[in-house]
């Protein structure tokens, strides 16, 4: 599998991105400064990792979405390219319209910065084919700005269609309104693009991908892309 992890004035899990995919695929990714205008060859998967790209001055990722290496990460992702948007990177994709929706402020108005429970809602996907419908996994979320919104034609859509890819959940993979972390619409954690290969999603799996780090439910994620992409 052959990736690379663009990086962005203030990005901050560039590297911890980096070591989930080298653990799942036995190859190192390549690291793209936001201002490049090309990609390399042969690029099987990008990710737009966690952190807070031009310090969130403006609306989080609206900034970054303009960055010259967008242009080649939309044409790349018209052609089938796997992109994955963790936290800001959801952010990002969200303002460059390669998902649906936009991330708020979260509900409570503060930070958020501790392990969640999420639903596996869609196994369909290179991104989640590793587990298993319903899954209830652990994850961490440390964002201010991951409360998802979109109208209610939109949520009907992503719905049918089977797009909405993560819900929060508690231990027993019950949803409901309390469990939203962040106020985010249905529970959303995670949706696709129309043709599944861009996955958004505010949680962060390279986080949880080993025991030390205290939990491996991640991991599968990762595995799953190297599987899908060799």
Known sequence: MKAAIVVFPGSNRERDAGRAITQASGTAPAYLWHQDTSLPAGLDLIVLPGGFSYGDYLRCGAMAAQSPIMREVKAAAGRGVAVLGICNGFQILAEAGLVPGVLMRNASLRFICRNVHLKVVATNSMFTAGYAPDQVIAVP???????????????????????????????????????SVNGSARNIAGVFNDRRNVLGMMPHPENMTEAMLGGSDGSA?????????P
Do not use: I, M, Q, W
């Open 141 to 179: 979320v440390a964002h201010a700005e991951g409360n998802y919104f979109a109208d209610d034609h939109t949520l009907d859509r992503l719905e049918g269609e089977g797009r909405v890819a993560f819900r929060y959940c508690d231990a027993a993979g019950v949803v409901t309104p309390a469990t």
């Open 221 to 229: 994620l990762f595995a799953s892309l190297a599987k899908a992409l």
